[in-house]
């Protein structure tokens, strides 16, 4: 009986090694899926780092343009005003 006993206890060990085994396998390979995740992950920040950098410099470039283009066309506005009033001054000095 007690060799038995001694029998199961040690099929007992043998398969609770063996889960310890395996759960330290799945263990390794979750950690080294989760590590080359992780990486993903720092590579896809650096990339949103670098396009979110690009997208506030063409921004800056868009507002620059803007603000050029909107004084040119202030000073056409005030040129064609210019020139409207002294057409209308020659209109009228010939009268």
Do not use: W
């Given at each position: 009986?007690?060799?038995?006993?001694?029998?199961?206890?040690?099929?007992?060990?043998?398969?609770?090694?063996?889960?310890?085994?395996?759960?330290?396998?799945?263990?390794?390979?979750?950690?080294?899926?989760?590590?080359?995740?992780?990486e993903?992950m720092?590579?896809?920040?650096?990339?949103?780092?670098?396009?979110?950098?690009?997208?506030?410099?063409?921004?800056?470039?868009?507002d620059?343009?803007?603000?050029?283009?909107?004084?040119?066309?202030?000073?056409?506005?005030?040129?064609?005003?210019?020139?409207?009033?002294?057409?209308?001054?020659?209109?009228?000095?010939?009268?």
């Amino acid at each position: 009986m007690s060799e038995d006993l001694l029998h199961q206890l040690i099929h007992m060990v043998g398969e609770n090694n063996r889960l310890v085994k395996e759960m330290k396998e799945e263990l390794k390979e979750f950690k080294t899926e989760m590590y080359a995740f992780r990486e993903e992950m720092y590579t896809f920040r650096d990339e949103m780092y670098e396009f979110r950098d690009d997208t506030y410099r063409r921004l800056d470039s868009i507002d620059r343009h803007d603000k050029l283009i909107e004084a040119d066309l202030d000073l056409l506005h005030r040129k064609a005003n210019d020139n409207e009033r002294e057409i209308n001054r020659l209109k009228h000095a010939g009268q």
